[in-house]
């Protein structure tokens, strides 16, 4: 799945939709971590952080909207 997304793609798309994207990305997230955590190796270490750029991305367009 592509993480990596643009603050000008995210404005395009709407609320519902980025509130389903989100969440799909926090249980990406969670599951990352936890394969980290049970003492496994990510896939793509820097996917962690991307990742979390674009749930910082959505939260702000988000935020902005309300």
Known sequence: ?????????IRKKDTAE??????????????ERGQIEVGGFADNPG?????????ARIKTVLNERN
């Open 1 to 9: 799945m592509n993480t990596t997304v643009k603050a000008e793609e």
């Open 18 to 31: 980025l509130k389903e994207r989100l969440g799909d990305l926090n249980k990406e997230l969670v599951q």
């Open 47 to 55: 996917e962690i952080k991307e990742m979390k750029k674009t749930i």
